[in-house]
């Protein structure tokens, strides 16, 4: 492993990799054996003794590894992380709830060590019994309240809605309707050249007059003007087309609109 990190380029203390071990004699091993120079982490159980302590006739428990006199032993053997059991950081109370913070973090912080908590999921198996939803074992539960510290209750709901996208409707194309049939044709094709409105049934040009609705071009002003489709829709009642007020201008004149 200590040649595989070195060839990785990863044995250094602000590498990406931890090293992480539940038996502080072998990660004191790799810094003094085999040169390691990546993060390590002691892994800590909310129960229980390390094996190579036990081994070894040393009686101490995970317990008192986690204590500040045992926190700084741990970072006198090169360690300089730490993985606790999430009960040892958030403990879970008799009735399933969560409990009060421990000290441990800024114990661990004093000492010199890093704190990496194990292990937060989503499912209801790793889930205090407070914070499961539904008795699935694999569903997800409240976890987020448990990162978080909050104590359980009832899920509160989200009241924020997104926002509404508005439709964009479609332009207002004149038609010409039959005297017979009353079948209405439109009448784009015959006003290629006429700009049609949008939305408004009226709005200013640049240049102060008005376009489509009341006050525009009418019937008569658009025979004048050589529109003799766009005049008929106009008195027979629908809408006329809207022509722009420079466009009737120029053609008064005999000059070509621009």
């Known amino acids: ?22 038996e502080p004699t072998h990660l004191r091993l790799l810094r003094e054996r085999y040169g390691v120079r990546a993060q390590t982490a002691l892994l800590t159980a909310a ?47 008799v009735d399933g709830g ?3 913070v421990t000290s441990l973090v800024s114990d661990a912080h004093e000492a010199g060590l890093a704190v990496r908590p194990w292990t937060y999921r989503a499912e209801n198996a790793f889930l205090p ?5 539904g008795d699935d074992p694999a569903a997800f539960g409240q976890a987020v309240r448990e990162q ?17 996208r508005r439709r964009r409707r479609p332009a207002r194309v004149p038609h010409r309707q039959h005297p017979a049939s009353g079948r209405l044709t439109p009448l784009a094709p015959l006003l290629a050249d006429v700009p049609l409105p949008g939305h408004r049934e009226s709005c200013r040009c640049p240049r102060g007059g008005r376009l489509g609705g009341r006050g525009s071009a009418g019937g008569d002003d658009l025979e004048r003007l050589g529109e003799p489709a766009v005049a008929e829709a ?25």
């Open 1 to 22: 492993m200590a040649r595989d990190l070195r060839a990785a380029g990863v044995d250094r203390p602000d590498g990406p990799v931890v090293v992480q071990c539940f």
């Open 234 to 258: 106009g008195r027979g009642g629908e809408r006329a087309a809207p022509v722009p007020q420079h466009r009737v201008e120029a053609r008064r004149r005999g000059a070509t609109p621009g």
């Open 98 to 100: 969560l409990g009060e």
């Open 47 to 93: 129960e229980g003794a390390p094996p190579d302590l036990a081994r070894a006739g040393d009686e101490r428990t995970y317990a008192e590894l986690v204590t500040p006199e045992g926190l700084r032993w741990v970072r006198g053997l090169g360690v300089t992380g730490l993985g606790p059991n999430r009960q040892q950081v958030l403990p879970t109370r």
């Open 148 to 164: 978080a510290g909050a104590p359980a209750g009832r899920r509160r709901r989200s009241h924020h809605r997104p926002p509404r």
């Open 129 to 133: 019994p407070a914070l499961r939803d």
